[in-house]
């Protein structure tokens, strides 16, 4: 297949519809970005390529107006950043089953990131991630994966695929996950054995108190992976009134905040946000929530391009230490100021500043060791 072959599952969309038939300022995103009206936009230069899939049949809904109702909202945004490209391949068709809705946004996801290029999926709901996860399985890629949500699901108890998708995506075979990170879990709504079971795997979750305590240390967790996948039942309801689940969570500056790290990640070539229902929302105020996470993403796409490469050692600062009889060396972005760790197999891996200090203190860092117990 090749990115032609990709318009057989694609649905145009109307740019004027979405701006109430008014069209967009020169200032406005939406006259910056290469969509598809009428023929698919060329995408060569895309730094983010975005499609939508409003499948909401695994949460026992009809399909939904998800994805145009946040491109209206981010297409209205003003363009700040003029050297990030962007492409809209338009939405999914809704296949006659779930399942040919999942092949469908399947084989797009796996055609774009085989051209190196990092997508964008507007949901649908949650369990449209395993369409996002399969695209890696059908490339054969073996990945880390980062999902936040308020909920971990795997409900073996219920018949909707959106409360019980993780099951399979972690535990079917093949299976092409290396490591899961979840990020903002809210206890009351997970059953302290489901917690046991994701630790015997040796996969993280992150409880949201905790990691709002100091958000700095979920970027080394996002950077390290390769597909992100965001539920908006892990934002407030007071800051995505469409989120209906949980009145707690991440406000949405903490959610914009995890999506510019996305974007930071030179490694995660897929980022989905699902949960999404616009019946549910209030004043478009969670699809406005959503277009400013995006604008977050093309906020830190923009700041990775001033990045060096790991192997550029003048562009880094390093340093040699050895705790715990173990011999290590952490590297400092004189441009960023981000830092990696160097695991015994020689490979680097993305860390925090606060890991070096615990090194340094002659400590063990827990993201050092964890990944240890892991290889």
Not at 7 to 29: A, C, K
Not at 142 to 147: H, L, P, Q, R
Not at 329 to 338: E, I, N, P, V, Y
């Amino acid at each position: 297949m090749s990115l032609h072959t990709i318009v057989d599952f694609l649905d145009p969309i109307n740019i004027y519809e979405l701006s109430n038939d008014e069209g967009y300022r020169d200032t406005q995103l939406g006259r910056h970005i290469a969509v598809y009206e009428e023929e698919l936009p060329n995408i060569e230069e895309a730094d983010l390529v975005i499609v939508g899939c409003g499948e909401m049949r695994g949460a026992g809904m009809e399909q939904s107006n998800a994805p145009n109702a946040i491109r209206s909202e981010f297409y209205s945004l003003f363009h700040w950043h003029k050297e990030v490209k962007l492409a809209d391949v338009g939405n999914v068709k809704t296949g006659a089953s779930l399942q040919d809705t999942y092949a469908a946004l399947k084989a797009v996801v796996s055609e774009l990131i085989e051209h190196k290029k990092r997508v964008v999926i507007l949901g649908g709901s949650h369990d449209v991630t395993m369409s996002q996860y399969g695209a890696y399985g059908s490339l054969g890629r073996i990945i880390e994966a980062v999902c936040v949500d308020a909920r971990i699901d795997l409900n073996m108890d219920s018949v909707l695929p959106a409360d019980s998708f993780l099951m399979e995506m972690l535990c079917s075979e093949p299976n092409y996950i290396k490591h899961y990170n979840h990020i903002g879990f809210q206890s009351y709504l997970v059953h302290p054995n489901m917690l046991e079971t994701i630790d015997k795997l040796r996969f993280d979750c992150y409880r949201v108190g905790k990691v709002k305590e100091s958000m700095e240390e979920m970027e080394p967790v996002i950077r390290n992976a390769n597909m992100m996948s965001f539920d908006i039942a892990a934002i407030q309801h007071a800051h995505a009134p469409a989120n209906r689940l949980t009145p707690n969570g991440f406000t949405g500056e903490e959610a914009c905040m995890l999506m510019q790290y996305a974007g930071l990640s030179q490694n995660v070539s897929s980022i989905g946000i699902y949960g999404y229902i616009p019946n549910h929302d209030d004043h478009n105020l969670t699809a406005k929530q959503i277009s400013h996470m995006l604008w977050y993403v093309m906020d830190g796409v923009h700041r990775s391009k001033q990045e060096a490469q790991l192997d550029n050692s003048n562009e880094f600062n390093e340093f040699h230490l050895a705790f715990a009889d173990v011999e290590t060396t952490f590297l400092q972005s004189k441009r960023t100021g981000r830092w990696w760790m160097q695991l015994p197999d020689g490979k680097y891996m993305a860390c925090s500043q606060y890991d070096y200090i615990t090194a340094a203190s002659n400590d063990i860092p827990e993201r050092w060791m964890r990944a240890v117990e892991r290889s």
